[in-house]
DNA sequence: CGAAAAAGTTACTCAAGAGTCACAAAAACC
DNA sequence: GGTTTTTGTGACTCTTGAGTAACTTTTTCG
């Protein structure tokens, strides 16, 4: 009954494929811009629909900001639980999780990450968001005071290592481009690097990732 | 002619106070909801005033912003003059200047920061403030030039350390709040200690800021 | 005190952008 | 092909928030 071997989406398949393709291309005007800097109208044109047409795919625009947020959980979850499965020390678990998370916001498929931007959202979807993030954090705090005890990371204050993390992480979205020379990767790998250095129980005196030994002129997007 | 002995101020210094005193309270709620997050009827709220009253100081809410990034950007020119001042090698002055900044940022007196938000900006002062904000980059990643030069920063890419840097400082205004146990003093001085831990030649193993060594509940404001 | 200036308020107008709806184009199915 | 369903559009309504203008209250100063 299958024809075409399945290689063409059932109609289902296409509306959800619709539907993230708004979440993610939203997500990075709304990284950008913030969400009430962005119009949907701004959205739709990037697009190349007209502001009517996301209305079949989402109900309104604190839906599609709450499904940016969610996805953005969903993401950093999974690239986390990967950390946790091959990292052998709390600061390997930060350490894979965390360049997994950054490639991921910036890289080919432009993922959406926000978690700047709760107060936006409000009543039970808010609640549901900002416990998310807090778990999240407290996840990492937990991997940071593991790697305080296995010795891989130093007496650091948990709470405000990740802040210092994070922010860094994030900060990310405001300036990287993929039209740039930097690679996702590159970014990634010489970011987290720098940063897990900080916070490391003996920094290594070197630091290895490509981008810190490439002059290359970056330029800042737009 | 003086009465009061100068205790009372006269009209113009009160005017610009006032002015002042926007800026600020202004500053404070862009950086947390950005700017089109934020009406004037909020900032006026926040002021005990009404939206009307504001416009006595501040010809439109642009003009608002571009004053908040102006200061912002004077501020972080003052405290690296004094870093460049005080510090002896290039990670010294980073230090300096950047602890300053960052008390400056979320201090008694709450002050602008938004680096962020240029895009709101537009015409000639966009341009301004783009100009001084690339200058400040510029500036900053001279100085870790120097400390690599001088031996007091390892082999990292200025561009992309500078980067992280201001991420990690600019990200402090999403989630302190004065009310907290953290002062800000306490705050600058761990999470500088902890990014320049990343950047330093040889990072010293101990961390000896306040904050690493205090396990105090810090809450999440609001 | 009383006049004049300054500071602030209430009640508006006006534009932009969220969301809707009746219709048009395209795709799917017979 | 023709019919039905799905996808998208153009032209709207309605709300929110920027900005204004006519006024009231407060301060200043003779």
Tied chains: 1, 2.
């Excluded at 309104?60 to 946790?84: P, S």
């Excluded at 860094?168 to 740039?180: D, E, I, L």
Aim: proline share 4%.
């Amino acid at each position: 009954m299958s024809r075409w071997a399945n290689a063409v989406p059932d109609r289902e398949t296409q509306l959800e494929n619709k539907r993230k393709a708004i979440i993610r291309e939203a997500a990075k005007v709304f990284n950008r811009r913030g969400s009430h800097g962005t119009t949907l109208d701004d959205v739709a044109e990037r697009l190349g629909v007209t502001k009517a047409a996301l209305y079949r795919y989402v109900r309104n625009k604190n839906d599609l900001l709450y499904a940016c947020h969610e996805e953005a959980m969903e993401i950093a979850r999974e690239c986390m639980d990967r950390g946790e499965a091959e990292g052998r020390t709390g600061r390997e678990k930060i350490e894979i999780g965390m360049k997994g998370y950054l490639r991921e916001m910036i890289g080919a498929m432009g993922v959406p990450v926000l978690i700047l931007e709760e107060n936006t959202l409000t009543g039970e979807r808010a609640r549901r968001i900002i416990g998310l993030r807090d778990a999240f954090e407290a996840r990492m705090r937990r991997l940071v005071e593991e790697g305080i005890a296995d010795g891989s990371i130093a007496q650091v204050n948990p709470k405000l290592a990740i802040f210092m993390l994070l922010g860094a992480v994030h900060w990310v979205t405001k300036w990287y481009s993929p039209k740039g020379v930097w690679t996702a990767d590159d970014v990634s790998d010489a970011l987290i690097e720098m940063v897990m250095r900080g916070l490391s129980a003996e920094p290594s005196p070197e630091l290895t990732a490509r981008i810190h030994h490439t002059t290359v002129p970056f330029k800042r997007p737009k």
